[in-house]
């Protein structure tokens, strides 16, 4: 028994002694937690309590540092939830960056706190009036009505929620529906200033430099937003396709110059098609094909590509120049003389590089035409060009200019016109020159492009009266009125 009690002494000290270490460690430890705790929150610069949280928060209100005042806000909230006013502070951030439900929250839960609080009453009517204006944009922009909803945003929305990246976004996208490009990069600035990686802003950036036809600085915009996101569609949309319009025009443009018009023709075609809207651009592939149409003869389609041209910049003299030779292939005299003289009287300078003057007192002029005369050709009017020779348009293929020459071969070769020979051979002549250059298209090309051609082939590119049609007899003149600026002449005559 006595050895027994021996051993549950002993175990019984050493329990104890057990225990006390135990209540010696929990107090140690509890004392690293209660004097350590200050000194690391003072070293890490984060405050201890709410009220030291919400001193800050209310200091970065008024650096406008208001991500890190919320941040603050929320802390000081979860460490002490009866600070009413940490309430207050959160919705108005809140508000301005209109995550409004959030802050209706947050008003609503200080109101319970502080009823009837007439700044925080006046302030959740303003989160409402926000909200309701923001919602009345974009219904406004879906329909159509920008310029409405732009005063939704400037004078309601961004009012009271100045802040709002949604808003500021919005207001951007109007702008670029009304055209108004020099303001959306202006606002997008802004955004890109305080967060430059903001891939909506870069696209919408780059699409309003894209109208302006600075095509580099929006092709730079893009990249840099798919170098953040290459997965982003609408950048690579925007992207793509702007290589694409880029690459067309290129073809058409160099097409053009190998003298591959018909080629070129429907390369200006599909660039134009891609983005009928980018007018800045457009004026000048308007004009690439105007010009293409002209040398090829296809009058009427070169009429309607120029006014194209001119509907976007009416100032654009080469494209009146191009539409006055246009209406000359489809015989509208009257309205070639009115688009040359306009393009005289905005640009004096402009008939010498399109013109032949072929009188002292330049008093008779003669358009340059693809049916153009040469020096080594008399200057008789009234002689056809090959085309009318044939008796066909401009556009005809192939197998109705041979059908044309054989008919008109037949009727006018000499050995069947026994009668008038001498005008029989004189007119067989003619068509078989007409053919020699119309049946062959390389021949045909450069005859289109105005180009010399051989000597020994017929006419060799014969004059052609673009007012006449009615025989030498028939003459027609034209006056301006008060003359060419600077020209010293009032008319000309055919």
Not at 41 to 47: E, K, R, T
Not at 326 to 334: I, N, R, S, Y
Request: net charge negative; charged share 25%.
């Amino acid at each position: 028994m006595e050895t027994l009690m021996k051993f549950w002494g002993l175990d019984l000290v050493a329990l104890r002694g057990f225990l006390f270490s135990i209540f010696i460690l929990n107090f140690v430890f509890s004392c690293q937690i209660l004097f350590l705790q200050p000194l690391v929150a003072a070293l890490d610069g984060q405050p201890s309590d709410a009220a030291a949280l919400f001193e800050r928060a209310s200091q970065s209100i008024k650096v406008k540092k208001y991500s890190e005042a919320l941040d603050d806000l929320n802390a000081a909230i979860e460490a002490d939830p009866g600070l009413s006013d940490a309430y207050w502070h959160r919705a108005s951030i809140l508000r301005r960056f209109c995550r409004y439900e959030e802050s209706e929250k947050s008003y609503k839960k200080f109101l319970e706190m502080k009823p009837k609080n007439s700044a925080a009453e006046k302030e959740l009517s303003q989160l409402f009036q926000a909200q309701s204006a923001l919602d009345s944009a974009k219904s406004l922009f879906d329909s159509g009505e920008f310029t409405k909803a732009l005063e939704f945003i400037d004078k309601v929305v961004l009012v009271f929620s100045p802040a709002c990246s949604n808003a500021k976004l919005l207001k951007v996208r109007l702008l670029l529906s009304a055209k108004d490009y020099s303001s959306a990069i202006s606002e997008t600035g802004y955004i890109l200033k305080e967060d430059e990686d903001n891939l909506e802003a870069l696209l919408l950036r780059g699409r309003a430099y894209y109208y302006l036809a600075d095509h580099d600085v929006a092709i730079r915009h893009y990249q840099k937003g798919l170098r953040l996101d290459p997965e982003h569609s609408e950048l690579k949309k925007a992207y793509f396709g702007l290589k694409n319009l880029l690459k067309k025009t290129k073809s058409a443009e160099d097409n053009a110059s190998k003298g591959k018009l018909r080629l070129a023709v429907e390369e200006y075609k599909t660039a134009l098609a891609l983005d009928p809207d980018h007018t800045a651009y457009n004026v000048h592939l308007h004009l690439g094909l105007c010009k293409v149409l002209v040398k090829l003869g296809r009058g009427k389609e070169a009429v309607t590509s120029c006014s194209g041209a001119l509907e976007i910049d009416e100032e654009l003299i080469e494209a009146l120049v191009q539409r006055g030779e246009a209406k000359l292939l489809v015989e509208d005299w009257e309205g070639a003389v009115a688009d040359l003289k306009s393009a005289a009287e905005k640009s004096p300078q402009v008939l010498h590089q399109n013109y032949i003057f072929i009188s002292k007192d330049v008093s008779t002029l003669i358009i340059e035409h693809h049916c153009k005369f040469t020096q080594k050709t008399d200057l008789k009017l009234g002689i056809s060009c090959y085309y009318k020779i044939l008796g066909i348009s401009k556009t005809a293929p192939m197998s109705e200019i041979k059908r044309a020459y054989k008919k008109l071969a037949l009727q006018w070769h000499p050995d069947k016109n026994t009668d008038n020979r001498a005008e029989a051979e004189a007119k067989f002549q003619e068509i078989a020159a007409a053919y020699e250059i119309l049946g062959d298209e390389e021949k045909r090309t450069k005859y289109d492009m105005g180009e010399d051609i051989d000597e020994g082939m017929g006419m060799g590119g014969g004059g052609f009266n673009p007012f006449g049609g009615g025989g030498q007899g028939q003459q027609y003149t034209f006056h301006f009125e008060g003359g060419f600026p600077g020209g010293g002449f009032g008319g000309f005559q055919f």
